[in-house]
């Protein structure tokens, strides 16, 4: 345990200036000692040794006293920085801190946010709100380990070593029950804010240099042609749970998210030079342009809606509801259905990636660009899906060939 900062003023008589001295700070930490000069002097009978102070009550002694009160409050404060730091410090470091000597620190937290201060700044610009929240959730679970683990209030960047990053993923996975692959997300946040300081030059090496981490291939759900049928088919007598089933099933026409129908005008679906109309907009989350066909089913679920007072009033494509509502009308959906899968808008766009277009022969490039993915391999999970599928489908047929086989015989 570090001992806390003693701090003293003395007098020291000079030996040049009879009846002067000058005016000493002494600190003391953990039985070490360190005297440096304030830079002040004062007649030996104007000092008060018992308070530490300029005698009397005039302009002179005022301003005098005043230094020495904020230079023994820069003192504390310069202690509290290296205590933020972690480990261990000496009066020694307090002294050169003072005097510049000392290295410029710059702690992780103080890193990280102003990061996210930043990106809020800039939500709708260059990044969407979903994406800071993560962050703003990383940025949560770091100051939770710093402050429980490590007993900080943050800590100096050049203290994040190899050890740290594995201990903080430790920390993730067992006392804050994150998954494998949210873990992972995690420590690519933090990595990021590494690299932003490795750029600055305020870090040499990156601590996760030496550090492996990967995704784990999630098994991703999807609809069968059968179940959305099954869903189509289906009339509830609410109304609004009639809306919420239209909606999610207009996801899995359009492979659009439940944001981008959220946002979805009329003035988004236009002619193209067929005269065949496609829905063009920009994905929020990642702000990339999808141009999308409407499907025949798409275009029956908008026709449903022509005489809402949302497409009048405000141009909507579909009164779309809540997420938490339509979240919770999803889940009943569900059951009222007979779909033993819970049904969320992520599921959705993973049936418009395979049951309605990788399985009917869609090229996986054009698949890809109207999901808004920034790269092929995002949308190759879902083709390794329809490997999978044919692999099923194959088995069927050897069943068929060799039940013929055995009634030729």
Not at 57 to 63: A, I, R, V, Y
Not at 64 to 75: A, C, D, R, T
Not at 187 to 207: A, E, F, G, M, T
Not at 337 to 352: M, N, Q, W
Request: net charge positive; glycine share 4%; proline share 2%.
């Amino acid at each position: 345990m570090q001992s806390n900062l003693k701090l003293n003023f003395l007098l020291k008589k000079s030996r040049f200036e009879p009846g002067m001295g000058s005016i000493i700070v002494r600190l003391r930490v953990n039985g070490q000692r360190v005297e440096f000069s304030t830079g002040r002097k004062c007649p030996i009978e104007k000092w008060d040794s018992r308070r530490q102070s300029f005698k009397g009550n005039t302009l002179e002694s005022q301003k005098f006293n005043q230094y020495l009160k904020e230079l023994e409050l820069k003192l504390y404060d310069i202690q509290s920085q290296l205590m933020r730091q972690g480990g261990d410090y000496s009066v020694l470091d307090i002294k050169n801190t003072f005097f510049g000597e000392g290295k410029e620190v710059h702690y992780l937290l103080d890193v990280f946010q102003d990061h996210n201060r930043r990106m809020k700044e800039l939500i709708g610009a260059e990044f969407a709100r979903a994406t800071w929240v993560k962050y703003e959730t990383t940025l949560s679970h770091l100051r939770d380990f710093i402050s429980e683990k490590m007993k900080l209030k943050d800590i100096d960047i050049q203290k994040v070593n190899h050890s740290f990053i594995v201990e903080l993923e430790y920390y993730m996975r067992s006392v804050k029950k994150c998954s494998h692959n949210s873990t992972h997300k995690y420590l690519r946040n933090i990595n990021k804010i590494i690299r932003i300081c490795i750029k600055n030059q305020w870090l040499q090496h990156s601590p996760f240099a030496n550090f492996k981490t990967s995704l784990k291939e999630v098994n991703r759900v999807f609809l069968s042609e059968e179940e959305i049928d099954r869903l189509a088919k289906k009339t509830f007598k609410s109304e609004r749970m009639n809306t919420v089933k239209d909606t999610f099933l207009f996801s899995c026409y359009t492979g659009l998210a439940y944001i981008d129908i959220y946002d979805l005008t009329m003035d988004q679906i236009q002619l193209n030079i067929r005269k065949e109309r496609w829905i063009f907009t920009k994905r929020r989350k990642t702000n990339i342009v999808c141009s999308i066909p409407l499907l025949p089913m798409a275009e029956e679920i908008l026709e449903k809606y022509n005489d809402h007072p949302k497409r009048k009033d405000a141009n909507k494509v579909l009164p779309v509801l809540s997420n938490q509502k339509t979240n919770e009308y999803l889940k009943e959906i569900a059951d009222l259905c007979g779909i033993d899968k819970e049904l969320t808008f992520h599921i959705a766009r993973h049936t418009f990636a395979t049951t309605i277009t990788l399985t009917n022969g869609v090229p996986i490039e054009s698949v890809s660009k109207m999901l808004g993915h920034r790269n092929l391999r995002t949308t190759q999970h879902y083709a390794k899906i329809i490997d999978q599928k044919v692999g099923e489908d194959m088995n069927k047929l050897k069943e068929v060939l060799l039940k013929k086989r055995s009634m030729g015989a």
